[in-house]
């Protein structure tokens, strides 16, 4: 009965690869986010879809790539990954004006 | 752009009681909210204060002064599981929609 579900819980990659990371909300929230959140903790915005639509682009690599196939679902693949990607990456859901509510996170290292 | 700023670290004795500041600079403000994360975990929402004054849940307050934007997290009876990671966080309109950009963070550690 998990609210935000994200797989897989960590990610151990060559730098290169192509990697994705799935995220599912049972809250019926309408808007969804990936948060990037580095050794220092500071929780960046990535993404932010509402109803399927993307609503927030921050300066992000075009290496990755969100898809929403539905409002329940919100994923990310990442191309050529590189060094600096290592990090631990939150999708959260929210409906506004309620506080978010974040998966337990995507530990990637990336080797 | 938006800027927070927070204390990095606090250090409280159990059973005490401590407040994290945090001011804020943006434009479209709507409010500011509380976060807790403990190492390896996720961040939990705490509190969410749209308007001025004092919210309270339990042994955890917030409060707002949008005059000031100026804002903090009083947190009452302190327990050894209260040390962890605590966010600021700001809604405000960006682009036609609601974004909440959070705090650098504040570590409190809790000692007996």
């Known amino acids: 009965d998990t609210a935000v579900s994200q797989t897989p819980k960590y990610l151990v990659t060559q730098m290169g690869n192509d990697k994705s990371i799935k995220c599912e909300q049972n809250?019926?929230?309408?808007?969804m986010y990936w948060y990037k959140q580095d050794s220092k903790k500071f929780l960046k915005i990535m993404f932010s879809y509402n109803n399927k639509e993307l609503i927030i682009n921050e300066t992000v690599p075009n290496r990755f790539s969100p898809k929403s196939p539905d409002k329940a679902h919100l994923n990310l693949h990442i191309n050529s990954l590189e060094l600096g990607d290592s990090a631990v990456y939150f999708c959260?859901?929210?409906?506004?004006?309620?506080?978010?509510?974040f998966g337990s996170g995507t530990r990637l290292t990336v080797v | 752009g938006q800027s927070l700023e927070q204390p990095s670290e606090v250090t409280a004795v159990e059973g005490a009681i401590v407040q994290i500041n945090c001011t804020y600079q943006t434009s479209g403000f709507y409010g500011l909210s509380w976060y807790q994360q403990h190492d390896g975990g996720a961040p939990t929402f705490l509190s969410y204060n749209g308007l001025d004054g004092l919210e309270e849940t339990g042994r955890f307050s917030s409060f707002l002064s949008r005059s000031d934007s100026y804002g903090y997290l009083l947190l009452q009876e302190l327990q050894m599981k209260d040390s962890a990671s605590y966010f600021c966080a700001v809604r405000d309109r960006s682009g036609g929609y609601q974004k909440v950009t959070f705090g650098t963070g504040t570590k409190l550690q809790v000692i007996p």
């Open positions: 809250l019926g929230h309408d808007t």
């Open positions: 959260a859901s929210s409906q506004a004006p309620g506080g978010y509510t």
